[in-house]
């Protein structure tokens, strides 16, 4: 898969962390899981994928109710996380994305959000790229 320009990706990835960081923030109550699964699945994601620079550049407020609005998307009550983990699994999700030019529906199917929250505690101290990496590297990716 071809995925956004190298000059989107600082701005996708910093977005995505923002955006799922402010769901939680100013829904209280939200599900932050269901949340992010939902997105990553999401046909507003999808056009992140493909680089449509509307959406790229979109701040995470601006990003939160285009996805509401476009994807119909409504906020479930259920766990949330707190802390910093969902904008670190923002940012984890995004920069995967592009290192190994997978979907994002892809991306959320082999590296669940339960898991995600439960690899946090190990692996939020790396450098984003080198946790990258090394979940690519043990689910048995190569970098394209």
């Not at 999401?42 to 680089?51: L, N, P, Q």
């Not at 999700?93 to 290192?99: D, K, P, R, T, V």
């Not at 892809?106 to 979940?135: C, I, N, S, T």
């Amino acid at each position: 898969m071809e995925v956004f320009s190298k000059s989107y990706l600082e701005e996708v990835v910093e977005n995505q962390g923002k955006l799922f960081e402010y769901a939680e923030e100013h829904y209280p109550g939200i599900d932050v899981a269901d949340f992010i699964e939902s997105y990553m699945k999401s046909y507003t994601r999808a056009m992140v994928d493909e680089g449509q620079a509307y959406v790229c550049t979109m701040d995470a407020e601006t990003l939160y109710n285009y996805f509401l609005e476009n994807d119909k998307y409504e906020p479930k009550q259920g766990k949330t996380a707190g802390g910093f983990a969902p904008n670190w699994i923002g940012q984890f999700y995004a920069l995967f994305q592009w290192i190994y030019r997978l979907t994002s529906k892809e991306v959320v199917k082999l590296l669940p959000v339960e898991f995600m929250f439960e690899a946090y505690p190990g692996l939020h101290d790396l450098d984003l790229d080198v946790a990258v990496r090394k979940v690519g590297e043990q689910c048995g990716l190569n970098v394209p």
